[in-house]
């Protein structure tokens, strides 16, 4: 089955500085990536995803790059503020395409983002 | 609140004793999707059902566990005789069937004592 590798397990940056969150999967199968961030005691929340056939997608300081070759898909944050401190979970899952659904989601273990001021 | 809804929040339990949670899902999301999610690490997939049909339940803990859909509603996840493993939280998740987005409901805490 799809194993999922996420790191670092703790980031720790400046307000204003940019983040970087890495993830290898190990399906060549996999073609759909979400992201996650998850506050203490909240449900996760998605923050951005990307499909196979995309290499890099961005909404406003979020980006997420994919190298399908390599198996690894990245998470960018620019112009960090207090309130993106949180967990943020990788993930990867098969996706049927249109009309087709995801299967569940392989999470990785987690990196906690710290904004310091 | 028309978001992903779960019952109860949370649950102290005996070992040895059954529990039942209830997931319902965002209003016409035909995928419904488990999880488990124990401290410090991502959700784990369970199991999930298109409309009452059950796609996939081989990730299933144990045979312990079932969950159901019975009517593409609702979803309820039983466990049977619970052990101290089982505590974690339970968390349900819901897409509409031709889009991969998954919108997680707020959990349920499992204490097994």
């Known amino acids: 089955g799809e194993n999922v590798e996420q790191h670092p397990s703790t980031l720790s940056v400046q307000e204003g500085d940019s983040a970087v969150i890495k993830c290898t999967y190990s399906?060549?199968?996999?073609?759909?990536f979400p992201w996650y961030k998850q506050e203490l005691g909240k449900r996760p929340q998605l923050i951005i995803d990307i499909r196979s056939n995309v290499g890099e997608k961005k909404d406003q300081r979020i980006a997420v790059t994919l190298n399908k070759t390599a198996k690894h898909f990245s998470l960018h944050i620019t112009e960090t503020q207090p309130e993106d401190s949180a967990v943020y979970f990788c993930?990867?899952?098969?996706?049927?395409?249109?009309?087709?659904?995801?299967?569940?989601?392989?999470f990785g273990k987690g990196t906690h983002l710290i904004i310091q001021p | 609140d028309t978001g992903v809804s779960q019952d109860p929040r949370h649950k102290i339990t005996k070992r040895g004793q059954n529990v039942t949670f209830r997931c319902d899902p965002i209003?016409?999301?035909?995928?419904l999707y488990w999880y488990r999610q124990t401290l410090g690490q991502g959700p784990e997939f369970l199991t999930y059902f298109q409309n009452e049909a059950q796609l996939e339940k081989s990730r299933l803990l144990s045979d312990r566990f079932s969950a159901e859909r019975p009517k593409g509603s609702f979803s309820t996840l039983e466990i049977q005789r619970t052990e101290q493993g089982d505590s974690a939280m339970y968390l349900c998740?819901?897409?509409?069937?031709?889009?991969?987005?998954?919108?997680f409901g707020p959990g349920t805490r499992l204490l097994v004592l």
């Open positions: 399906d060549s199968a996999s073609n759909y």
């Open positions: 993930a990867a899952s098969i996706s049927l395409g249109s009309g087709g659904g995801a299967d569940g989601l392989t």
């Open positions: 998740a819901s897409s509409l069937g031709r889009r991969e987005t998954q919108y």
């Open positions: 209003s016409e999301h035909n995928r």
